[in-house]
């Protein structure tokens, strides 16, 4: 809930912006103040711009997008390379092609789903070692076996 400080103005824009995503925040268990409430609407825009810059731009013809420092340091593939181009070939329906691109995309998606619905569920330590495990087998995996 919001303070009545003395000291401090309330703005009415703040207000009102507080308002709108309180039903939101309720939903996606925000804690409701003004800082959670900011950083979640500051992580959905950003991940609409990506969403966004993924379908309108191909990452392989842009030289603007960014590359993978593993990829640049090491010459291995991360568990993420590829998900760009996952991403932009499954926003047009080819989705065969963002499979080969990142297979572990076609995991990754549902289980991030699942976190943003359930998001006390993320912070269990068991689901944080699971992620790290698949992500270090993955890339195993994918530099060991060429697709």
């Not at 703040?14 to 979640?40: E, K």
């Not at 297979?103 to 790290?132: G, M, N, Q, Y």
């Amino acid at each position: 809930m919001m303070s009545a400080d003395p000291r401090k103005k309330p703005s009415r824009l703040r207000d009102r912006f507080l308002q709108a995503w309180r039903p939101v925040a309720r939903r996606l268990q925000v804690p409701d103040d003004g800082a959670g409430l900011f950083f979640s609407v500051v992580f959905a825009t950003i991940l609409a711009v990506g969403i966004w810059a993924a379908f309108y731009f191909n990452p392989q013809s842009v030289s603007w997008f960014p590359k993978c420092p593993v990829h640049a340091l090491t010459g291995l593939d991360c568990p993420g390379c590829g998900t760009a181009r996952a991403l932009h070939a499954a926003s047009h329906g080819h989705l065969r092609e963002a499979f080969r691109y990142n297979p572990i995309l076609a995991v990754a998606v549902p289980f991030l789903v699942v976190i943003v619905i359930k998001p006390r569920w993320a912070k269990k330590p068991s689901v944080s070692w699971s992620v790290f495990a698949v992500a270090v087998l993955w890339m195993l995996v994918r530099n060991l076996v060429h697709w």
